[in-house]
């Protein structure tokens, strides 16, 4: 798992050190591709003709889009602001997705300790937001800032909306190669769309750039997603979810000590709530374990 959290943590730097030789959402396109590409045989080998004809292929159409509409959020958004500011704001899809399962599904529903994770995480997304290193919002560094760390943020919808459409629909009986396949899918095509259309399909073939897609397409886009579908069903989700928090840290951690990103106050303040937050939503349920198996330890005569 500490693995899995430094992969994704790198993602973001990876994506950012090699911009000037491949525009980001090139980048995430052809990461999708190939991982679609594997994924596809995958697929077919298990299922054969009923890989698409399970009731599965409108789901994971909607899937795709709003996979490839997060990856291009995130891919834009790199544009304009550090990879520090969007490893955060990405990482806040726990409190999207635990609003909306709450609204959805009734065994869902969120506790008051979990409102209370909720509400400090979103005071934590406004300073983190508001206070760009002192510089006024009238600056032009400040907004395009601003821009960037909004597509941040949406992207962390993008993401919340994605796991509650895969808890509503067929795809939550799915196997995990499947609905993987369904993302990398629709976002392999969309994003290399937008990328042509946009005129940022050009390519340097450094080794920089190679490597960095390479590293991408393989642990990032396939074996790292695999692999944590994978460890969702042999593991409480709630634990996992915890332990994915490390992600945002290794992502800034990496963004000051690579890329020589800076950071203020303010931003780590908000980074700091927000993560607090998401700990509240994400695993009170375990911390109310903990406290049940301490009462009970106390009441027994053994303890």
Known sequence: MLALCVCWGFQQIAIK???DDIAPIMQI???STFAALVLAVVVWRAEKQRAFTDGT???GLIVGLLFAGEFLFVAQGLVYTTASHMSVFLYTAPIFAALGLHWLLPEERLKPLQWVGVALAFCGIAVAFLVKGGQPLAHDGARNMLLGDA???LAGLLWGATTVA????????AAPAKTLFYQMAVASVGLLAFAAATDHQGIRYTPAAMLSVAFQSVVVALTSYLVWFWLLRRYLASRLSILSFMTPLFGVS???LILDEPLDAGFVIGAVMVLAGITLVS???MVRER???RQAQRGSPHG
């Open 291 to 293: 406290l049940r198996k």
């Open 17 to 19: 050190l090699v911009a």
């Open 166 to 173: 895969i808890r509503k629909t067929s795809l939550s009986e």
């Open 151 to 153: 597509m941040g943020l």
């Open 283 to 285: 695993g009170a349920e």
């Open 254 to 256: 990496f963004g000051v």
């Open 29 to 31: 396109g052809l990461r």
């Open 57 to 59: 292929l409108v789901p």
